[in-house]
């Protein structure tokens, strides 16, 4: 099509755009591919806090730099959980940087209250122990009519280009793999809570 306009009309713009488009969808799925293949690294034991210090050794210095001030809480002798580190560490990932994104959505310069908590610690759920993370931002919440949705492959609320919607999504795959939970407590305008719950090695 581009060949065949000059290159200045509007099938040409339609044209830039298919080819655009194609290959975003085509990143997304090599994404996808990568993903799937090392999905079979076998489940080992593991420590939530050396994940947890892993993957914020990876954003702190872009979280730091937005103003944002860590609170961390890690209960000592935190038993072991059985996982594959990388694909945890994908879902802390994700949740670190939903949680930047909606601190600096509502506050987007230095703010007292742009603080990011993060709480490791063990639960007991129906006779169960679990390790329990809790990202907690007082951005800007989640809107109720889309709390059903936000774990939907692609779907997001980030302008075009800044999401894929994908990090929910694959991050509840995980969690549910390793026989966990992922879950959220939020007031829009006020703070989002996000739980990781992953049951302890026995
Ligand atoms: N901490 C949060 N505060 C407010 N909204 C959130 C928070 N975490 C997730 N959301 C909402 O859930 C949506 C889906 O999140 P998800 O991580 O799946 O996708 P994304 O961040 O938009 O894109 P991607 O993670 O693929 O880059 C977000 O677009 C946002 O609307
Ligand atoms: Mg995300």
């Known amino acids: ?5 000059d290159g200045q009309d509007e099938v ?35 420590l939530i806090q050396d994940i947890l210090a892993d993957s914020l050794g990876l954003v702190e210095k872009q979280i730091l730099k937005d103003g944002i001030r860590f609170k961390t809480y890690i209960s000592p002798d935190l038993p072991e959980i059985k996982a ?11 949740i ?13 310069g230095f703010h007292e209250n742009k603080v990011l908590e993060i709480r490791s610690e063990v639960v007991e759920i129906e006779g169960r122990r679990y390790i329990r993370t809790t990202f907690y931002d007082r951005g800007v919440g989640i809107p109720g009519n889309i709390r059903d949705r936000i774990c939907d492959p692609f779907f997001s609320s980030k302008p075009r280009g800044e999401g894929t919607g994908l990090g929910l999504s694959i991050s509840h795959g995980i969690t549910k793999d390793h026989s ?14 996000v739980m990781v719950d992953l049951p302890t090695v026995e």
Do not use: C
């Open 180 to 193: 966990g939970r992922l879950w959220f407590d939020s007031v829009e305008g006020e703070y989002t809570k």
């Open 12 to 46: 040409a713009g339609i044209a830039v755009r298919i080819i655009k488009e194609g290959d975003r969808i085509a990143d997304i799925v090599k994404n996808l591919l990568a993903f799937a293949r090392d999905w079979k690294e076998e489940q080992g034991p593991a």
């Open 96 to 108: 670190l940087s939903n949680a930047r994104h909606a601190l600096n959505q509502r506050f987007p």
């Open 84 to 94: 594959r580190s990388q694909h945890i560490q994908q879902v802390f990932l994700n």
């Open 1 to 5: 099509m581009i060949d065949r306009s």
